[in-house]
T-cell receptor, first 114, second 115 residues
Framework: DTGVSQDPRHKITKRGQNVTFRCDPI?????LYWYRQTLGQGPEFLTY????????KSRLLSDRFSAERPKGSFSTLEIQRTEQGDSAMYLC????????????FGEGSRLTVL | AQKITQTQPGMFVQEKEAVTLDCTYD???????LFWYKQPSSGEMIFLIY??????QNATEGRYSLNFQKARKSANLVISASQLGDSAMYFC????????????FGKGTTLSVSS
């Protein structure tokens, strides 16, 4: 059983460029989450999918951010026209259906915007 | 709105001692779950323990126990017999079931275990 995998692990980009992150959840999990974590802070919720449907979006998810989960498997998080304030660790997590199901996190994709 | 508060930025403990990490929460949802995660310096988030709002007994998982005081809205994590490998950031999180399924995290507490 492989865990949640994220790619790339590190991304350095210049301000104004677009970046895309990919997340492959645990195969039997139908829920997928994206979080953002800055240094010394807890993860902040961005968005959540159940299968291919995006069911929740945080106010943090500005119109420069878009997430997809085609076919209910892997997910992508795209940031357009990156800003220095977007520099953070982007964490993906997945879980099975159920209220007490814990989230299993990937190792994250660290974004640095110069 | 849901909120998690962790008031201890850092805690220091010696090996083999017990330590309590504080967590208070706020929600109007009668049904919710409380979680603790560990994040070592390597960055991965590791699930430790879960407590449901209707669970009658405090959750325990090995050296971890959750001191759940519903009336006080607190969900403190107790680590018994600390080990050097326990040095990490610890996050308390909550899911309010009527409000949605997202986990809301606190700002975390850094635990340092010394020999």
């Amino acid at each position: 059983d492989t865990g949640v995998s994220q790619d790339p692990r590190h991304k350095i980009t210049k301000r104004g460029q677009n970046v895309t992150f990919r997340c492959d959840p645990i195969s039997e999990h139908n829920r997928l989450y994206w979080y953002r974590q800055t240094l010394g802070q807890g993860p902040e919720f961005l968005t959540y999918f159940q299968n291919e449907a995006q069911l929740e979006k945080s106010r943090l998810l500005s119109d420069r951010f878009s997430a997809e989960r085609p076919k209910g498997s892997f997910s992508t998080l795209e940031i357009q026209r990156t800003e220095q304030g977007d520099s953070a660790m982007y964490l993906c997590a997945s879980s099975s259906t159920g209220q007490s199901g814990e989230l299993f996190f990937g190792e994250g994709s660290r974004l640095t915007v110069l | 709105a849901q909120k998690i508060t962790q008031t201890q930025p850092g805690m220091f403990v010696q090996e083999k001692e017990a330590v309590t990490l504080d967590c208070t929460y706020d929600t109007s949802d009668p049904s919710y779950g409380l979680f603790w995660y560990k994040q070592p310096s390597s960055g991965e988030m590791i699930f430790l323990i879960y407590q449901g709002s209707y669970d009658q007994q405090n959750a325990t998982e090995g050296r971890y126990s959750l001191n759940f005081q519903k009336a006080r809205k607190s969900a403190n994590l107790v680590i018994s017999a600390s080990q050097l490998g326990d040095s990490a950031m610890y996050f308390c999180a909550m899911r309010a079931f009527q409000a949605g399924t997202a986990l809301i995290f606190g700002k975390g507490t850094t635990l340092s275990v010394s020999s």
